[in-house]
Each structure stands twice: as C-alpha cells, then as structure tokens.
C-alpha cells in the first residue's frame, strides 16, 4: 500500500542552523510534491511545491529537493529562527486532472527552533 | 479578508445528532475540498467539486454528504454523528492551473460525545 513518512519526532534545533526534514515515500509515483506549513489551531499553508522532473526549489530561505530514486524529497530551512517552529507536511500528487488535485499527505514534522 | 472561511470554529455534539459545517471562499476558485485531520494529526482527504461538480469522493461513510451550492461553498453535512468522527474538519480550495495549491480554512473541530 501507498505510505508517506515524515519524521515522527520532533526536530530541534538552534536558531541561525539548518533544518532539514525528510519526506519519504512507498508504492507511489508522484509527478507533483507539495510541502505545507501547519501551525496550532490553524490550516495547513502552502510554501513550496517541486515537480517530479525537478531536482531541486528555492523559495527565500526555504530549497526542496526530489529525488525520485531514492523516493524521497528534502526539506530545508537555512537560518532558521523561532518563528519557523511549526510542523511540516508533505503533499504527494500521483496525478491532476483538469478540475481537481488530489494530494496525500505526510503525517508532519514538528519543528521547534530555540534561541 | 479572509480567504476561506468555516463556521463554525467548534462542534460539540451528542452521538446520534446531524450537524452541518459551511466553508466559503472568496479567492475565485473552482475546485473546493473538504479534509479530515484526526488526532494523530494525519490529513486525509474527504470529497473534492468543481464548479458544483463532485470530483473526488473518497471512502467516506455515506453519513457524510457534502453539497455545494455555489462555486464559492461547499458545505458538510453528518448524519447520526458517532464517536470516531470527532476531528478536525479542513475545507480548502485551489485554482486549476499552475501549481494547484490548495488554501485551507482554519478547520472546524468537531467533539461527538
């Protein structure tokens, strides 16, 4: 069956470091991979999104990379600071039609960036 | 302005009672969704339309019956609420070009006790 695994733990680290999370996948052919920010009591915020014949997306401080070979995409926050603690999903797309996108998402990555 | 709303903000309710959760959006898209995150925070899509048309329909017990009047609502009704539908219920919509990326209201939690 098709699975998408995120790191469970929460990831801590120290403000002006990197962060990187990790977004892997099974039995799926993504064409499209999504990432979103959540925060507490909020909705899910779109931030990147990187296509299958793609190796790597920047956006200001954020680069997602796709590897789909290895099955899996990265997620990095380079100069992270305490306002980027959240937790992350990854979105997997295994097709669009006209009308509508289905993602599958990852089960998130909490992540906590401390002074 | 917000983008996309959902009323309302918390449910509670007794096993066995019908509720409704309404979501609009004011961004101009065709394609709305409705998302069910549960306590362990996994985000698991529900039902998709475009322009009023069903477009994804997951397995979803048919308790549950979405409709949308217009292109800018999509509405969620539940029938005879049990506990296991206590969650956090997300409407979201998106353009039908570019990237797609989806806008997410900011959820309804539902408690059925």
């Known amino acids: 069956s098709q699975k998408i695994e995120q790191n469970s733990e929460a990831l801590n680290i120290q403000e002006g470091k990197t962060a990187t999370l990790t977004c892997n996948y099974t039995?799926?052919?993504?064409?499209?991979l999504q990432w979103y920010r959540q925060d507490p009591g909020r909705g899910p915020v779109f931030l990147l999104l990187?296509?299958?014949?793609?190796k790597e997306k920047r956006k200001e401080r954020l680069k997602v990379t796709f590897d789909t070979t290895l099955k899996q995409s990265l997620f990095h926050i380079t100069a992270s600071q305490p306002a980027d603690s959240a937790t992350y999903l990854c979105?997997?797309?295994?097709?669009?039609?006209?009308?509508?996108?289905?993602?599958?998402f990852g089960t998130g990555t909490r992540l906590q960036v401390t002074l | 302005d917000t983008a996309v709303s959902q009323t309302p903000k918390y449910l509670v309710t007794q096993m066995g009672n019908d509720k409704s959760i309404k979501c609009e959006q004011n961004?101009?898209?065709?394609?709305m969704y409705w998302y069910k995150q549960d306590s362990k925070k996994f985000l698991k899509i529900m039902f998709s339309?475009?322009?009023?048309?069903?477009?994804i329909n997951e397995t979803v017990p048919n308790r549950f019956s979405p409709k949308s009047p217009d292109k800018a609502h999509l509405n969620l009704h539940i029938n005879s609420l049990e506990l296991g539908d206590s969650a956090v219920y997300f409407c979201?919509?998106?353009?039908?070009?570019?990237?797609?990326?989806?806008?997410f209201g900011p959820g309804t939690r539902l408690t059925v006790t």
């Open positions: 039995n799926y052919s993504p064409a499209y």
């Open positions: 979201a919509s998106s353009q039908v070009q570019g990237t797609y990326e989806q806008y």
């Open positions: 339309y475009n322009n009023k048309e069903l477009i």
């Open positions: 990187i296509r299958e014949n793609e």
């Open positions: 961004l101009g898209h065709d394609t």
């Open positions: 979105a997997l797309e295994a097709s669009r039609t006209g009308t509508a996108s289905k993602l599958t």
